[in-house]
């Protein structure tokens, strides 16, 4: 069962006794010195299981008292196999020294899950074996929900279903009360718990196989699942009920009454099943019938408004569906007969939405502006205000109350997923050397990451205004503010002539140019985009080799030779659930730049010639957080520079289950970015709107409104990509995103736009198709068009059968 020494061979020990062992065995260890405070655990605990066995086996051994290092020992063990699953048996040796009375511990949330996490093998006997241990822990498996590594649900994916078995064996033979386990599994159910993890419960109350009378008898319980929160919860208790129904006993009145939330549940099959279990009581309850309907009326899918009013029409209460015809969507409002308010094509926003300049930063409001970066630095434009205001040097002495809080934000860097290199702590550092208490500085990982740290580091050299602080929308800085600025400053700074250069809007540079007096070379030619004269340069430029990279960046976004290049492949995931083979498809993606080998920190545009993925090709990281924003705007000009850095987690987001924070970061910044928008910005939209999380695809339809609507980004280039992954990016997904577009002003015309190009290059058996065929109908008939375009019609032409994808084929046909 266990390397462990048996709780049975050590009872009746003495304490002192075990306590003097303990003392014995741990000498070397505690002697010893550790690069790691974790090595001085591992030694401590390889002397405890040393000292039980001593103690087992007889071996004489001084009393003593409890070892100081003994509770910190047993609480870290608790909190590490709390946390991770590979944990191996680290509960069970703290529960037997709990049981040998050498520890006392509180059975709270780390206890349970510690224990969840690492009981070890042979679960049922050690269970049977310590049945204290069931009544203290074991029934509070159903109210605390885990996370991360440690859950029912986790522990038992990577570990061949242990605990389910386990439940399931000790109410076989009565270890466990089977009614008990049942009403714990439906009650865990009415938790806020997440979908992944409340499916443990359900799938447990299913391996039960519970009889009718048992599910009968949980009638209520069930009743108020049909409120949960988790939409695969509610199918469930649908599912339960509808069998009490079917055998009889169901009590039809009070299920009637809790059915209402149930047909608004996301899902179609569940929404349309909670009409049929309210079908069962048209005749004895009507009115509550009605009430079901009627809220089933608000669902937004169409065949579930349909299954609604013609509930109603059944009830004899076609009024019911009149009142609510505004609501309902287009395609269900024309088979009713309602009609449709046809909306003209008038209200297209003209333009992107571009971040304002921040407004300069005053002596009054410097701290608490400062403090907020201190908190979240991913506002570039209030980063960029704070570097101009303390380049003057003005204001210095209200930076003082903020000194204990920068110092935090330094030491907590190293625990961030970024790492000591956060922006936040960059910030930190500044603050601090202003206050002349500098901190060790702390090096980003990336080039263009390090020309910021550069600038930063920079900022307090002159007390000159800085050159690249915008003044325009879009982070630009204007070019006679540009050279105003430079008037001010003889001898710029390195980095921030460069940054400035980037920054330089395209738009009256002529004008700015005349009114200059005496510039530096490069900056002159990016005004002008004269070369100087090379002879009297001595067949060299005047300056910096990066300047005039620089200025020369600022005349051109990246030639089609220099672009980074996205290549993408399609996956196939199988694997064997309940004796039979599934598959699954995902996308993987990789990102190639050719630029340099060894790119400078004053050349940020230029990139290291490699490619890199998610999965540890070239430079790629899942957290880079507040550095976002501030590397969109390094180059204004061209927003592939910073997607070659921060695309990746967008692009494998549809294929991944867990939040990547960095998402709607990347996706919010490229919405706002003002410059030239090529393959990865097509790519990261597209991935957006199809991205697992629903809060991503959000943030992603309204960077669709600002690029694809305004046209910045074709849609024809969004369709493609869309349909080059439609085999791993599920329609439903699409369907969800496009019809929140279809929303907003100009958003129709730019979901019937976008679908008029993608439905063409999909399989007429695709799945998901139909919600597709039914967004693109609805839209048709709300701004009055009709199919037109050629391919479309052919491809529609293709349908047959009795499909619904063919029936709403043949109806957009005409």
Not at 1 to 10: R, W
Not at 296 to 301: E, Q
Not at 650 to 660: C, D, I, N
Not at 707 to 714: E, Q
């Amino acid at each position: 069962m266990t390397d462990l020494t048996p709780f049975g061979a050590l009872v009746g020990t003495p304490r002192d006794v075990l306590y003097g062992s303990l003392a014995t065995q741990a000498e070397p260890a505690i002697a010893a010195q550790y690069e790691f405070a974790w090595q001085k655990d591992a030694a401590l605990i390889e002397a405890i299981d040393r000292a039980l066995e001593s103690a087992a086996s007889g071996e004489t051994s001084s009393s003593g008292t409890k070892p100081r290092w003994l509770d910190g020992v047993v609480v870290r063990e608790l909190r590490q196999a709390a946390t991770s699953y590979w944990s191996r048996e680290r509960f069970f040796r703290v529960r037997l020294l709990e049981r040998l009375g050498l520890v006392d511990l509180e059975p709270d949330d780390t206890y349970v899950l510690a224990m969840v996490s690492s009981l070890g093998p042979d679960k049922p006997e050690k269970l049977r074996a310590d049945l204290e241990l069931i009544e203290r822990a074991l029934w509070r498996v159903f109210e605390i929900e885990g996370g991360g590594e440690v859950s029912l649900t986790n522990v038992d994916r990577f570990g061949g279903d242990e605990w389910r078995k386990t439940f399931l064996e000790l109410a076989a033979d009565g270890t466990l009360d089977r009614a008990r386990v049942l009403t714990a599994c439906l009650h865990a159910l009415g938790r806020d718990f997440a979908a992944y993890r409340a499916g443990w419960y359900s799938a447990t109350y299913l391996a039960f196989e519970p009889t009718i009378d048992e599910t009968a008898g949980a009638q209520a319980d069930l009743r108020r699942l049909l409120g949960a929160a988790v939409p695969a919860t509610v199918a469930f208790a649908l599912k339960q009920l509808s069998r009490v129904e079917k055998a009889g006993p169901l009590d039809v009145k009070a299920t009637l009454d809790a059915l209402p939330p149930a047909t608004l549940v996301k899902a179609k099959g569940t929404a349309l099943a909670a009409l049929k279990l309210a079908g069962a009581g048209r005749v004895d309850f009507p009115d509550s019938v009605r009430a079901v309907a009627q809220a089933a009326l608000g669902h937004p899918n169409p065949d579930v408004q349909r299954a609604a009013a013609t509930l109603l029409a059944d009830l004899g209460d076609a009024d019911a569906v009149r009142v609510a015809a505004d609501d309902l969507t287009p395609s269900v409002r024309h088979e009713l007969g309602f009609g449709a308010d046809i909306q003209r094509e008038t209200e297209v926003p003209a333009s992107q939405t571009l971040a304002a300049a921040s407004p300069a930063i005053t002596g009054e409001d410097l701290a608490e502006r400062t403090a907020a970066l201190l908190e979240d630095a991913s506002d570039v434009g209030e980063f960029e205000a704070l570097l101009a205001a303390l380049a003057t040097r003005s204001a210095d002495g209200a930076l003082a109350p903020l000194r204990k809080r920068a110092k935090a934000v330094v030491a907590r860097g190293p625990r961030t997923d970024i790492g000591d290199a956060w922006l936040p702590g960059q910030v930190a550092r500044l603050i601090l050397d202003v206050l002349g208490d500098p901190a060790p500085p702390a090096d980003p990982d990336h080039p263009a990451q390090r020309f910021i740290a550069r600038r930063i580091a920079e900022v307090r050299t002159s007390t000159a205004p800085l050159l690249a602080t915008p003044d325009l929308p879009g982070g630009w800085v204007s070019p006679a503010a540009f050279v105003e600025r430079l008037a001010h400053n003889p001898n710029p700074r390195h980095h921030d002539l460069i940054a400035a250069l980037l920054r330089l809007h395209p738009d009256d540079r002529d004008t700015a140019s005349r009114g200059a007096g005496s510039l530096p070379a490069a900056a002159r030619f990016a005004l002008d985009g004269v070369e100087p004269n090379r002879r009297l340069m001595r067949s060299r430029r005047e300056g910096p080799a990066a300047w005039w990279r620089a200025a020369e960046r600022s005349r051109a976004p990246y030639a089609a030779t220099e672009a980074p290049r996205l290549s993408g492949d399609i996956k196939t995931h199988t694997w064997q659930e309940n004796g039979r083979d599934r598959r699954s498809w995902y996308a993987r993606f990789a990102v190639t730049t050719t630029h340099t080998d060894r790119p400078a920190d004053d050349q940020p545009t230029e990139l290291k010639a490699q490619t890199s993925d998610q999965w540890g090709g070239g430079y790629t990281s899942r957290f880079l957080g507040d550095w976002i924003p501030a590397l969109a705007a390094i180059w204004p000009h061209d927003a592939e520079h910073f997607l070659s850095l921060t695309c990746l987690p967008v692009l494998e987001s549809p294929s991944w289950t867990e939040t990547a924070h960095d998402v709607p970061r990347t996706v919010d910044v490229l919405a706002r970015h003002p410059g030239r928008m090529g393959t990865l910005s097509a790519a990261t939209l597209a991935s957006g709107i199809s991205a697992t999380q629903r809060d991503h695809r959000l943030h992603a339809v309204d960077a669709f409104l600002d690029l694809a609507v305004t046209g910045r980004i074709p849609i024809s280039d969004i369709a493609a990509v869309m349909a080059r992954y439609a085999q791993a990016w599920p329609a439903t997904r699409w369907a969800e995103s496009l019809a929140a577009v279809s929303q907003a002003p100009g958003g129709g015309v730019a979901t019937v736009e976008l679908l008029t190009c993608l439905l063409p290059q999909l399989p007429t058996d695709h799945r998901g198709l139909n919600k597709l065929l039914d967004l693109l109908r609805d839209e048709h008939i709300r701004l009055g068009r009709t199919t037109a375009d050629p391919a479309l019609l052919r491809w529609l032409g293709t349908f047959s059968g009795s499909s619904a994808a063919a029936k709403t084929a043949r109806l957009l046909l005409g």
